[in-house]
């Protein structure tokens, strides 16, 4: 119930932000006129405060113990991460804003010091829902349940900027260009869209070199760079 509430914040929000109005909104989805009105000039904070306040804030406390564990043992973790494990271990569903702020409370609560350096810049805004996509490419060694030998899996990950939706596409081999190309297409399949933006974390297998400012994109990514500015 709450992440069918959710996914119908963030589709009001991204439709609004596109151009349609509340009506052709209500039209479009099936969605009440009344829900639609609720949603239509709610912040994500605002949605975190009204609609999921009570029943996040229940939630976080009922795995302080364990966060707190976490935060003790590995000094250097990120609210991200918590955010991450949390969905991983227990299912929970509730925005990364959220798991945040209770991290950073819990961390001056208990005097608990990350042991990351400081930084001399900040975090940038969220930018408008639908704006940015963020994507990126992960590895880890799992066990092989057939041949009980540990191997490399290898993750192309998407997360909308705003909303911290995510998508994924696993392989057992290292991804090629072609692989990402192709992983893309898929993402924008399954969200019925595409954002404006796409901000890579690892460009190698998007662009080979540089050319005095000017950028030398690998074959497939040269197609899809032409293609998107037509």
């Not at 829900?35 to 609609?51: G, H, L, P, S």
């Not at 991450?84 to 409370?105: G, M």
């Not at 460009?203 to 030398?216: H, K, M, P, Q, S």
């Amino acid at each position: 119930m709450k992440e069918k509430r959710w996914i119908m914040y963030c589709k009001i929000q991204v439709m609004k932000s596109e151009g349609f109005s509340q009506r052709q909104v209500t039209k479009m989805t099936g969605y009440s006129r009344k829900a639609v009105r609720r949603y239509w000039n709610m912040t994500a904070d605002e949605y975190d405060e009204q609609i999921m306040g009570n029943a996040k804030k229940s939630s976080l406390e009922q795995h302080k113990e364990q966060i707190l564990m976490w935060l003790r043992e590995y000094r250097e973790v990120t609210a991200a991460q918590i955010f991450d494990w949390l969905q991983e271990k227990y299912e929970v569903v509730i925005s990364e804003s959220s798991v945040r702020r209770y991290v950073n409370k819990l961390r001056k609560e208990y005097d608990i010091k990350s042991e990351f350096p400081k930084r001399d810049y900040q975090a940038l805004a969220d930018p408008p829902m639908g704006y940015q996509m963020q994507i990126d490419i992960g590895i880890v060694t799992v066990e092989n349940t057939t041949t009980r030998k540990y191997q490399k899996l290898y993750c192309i990950g998407f997360v909308l900027s705003n909303s911290r939706y995510k998508y994924g596409i696993w392989y057992d081999y290292p991804p090629t260009a072609s692989n990402m190309v192709n992983a893309i297409k898929a993402c924008f399949q399954w969200l019925g869209g595409k954002p404006k933006e796409l901000v890579f974390d690892q460009d190698r297998l998007i662009a080979v070199a540089e050319n005095y400012g000017d950028i030398i994109y690998t074959k497939e990514q040269a197609l899809q760079h032409h293609s998107h500015n037509m």
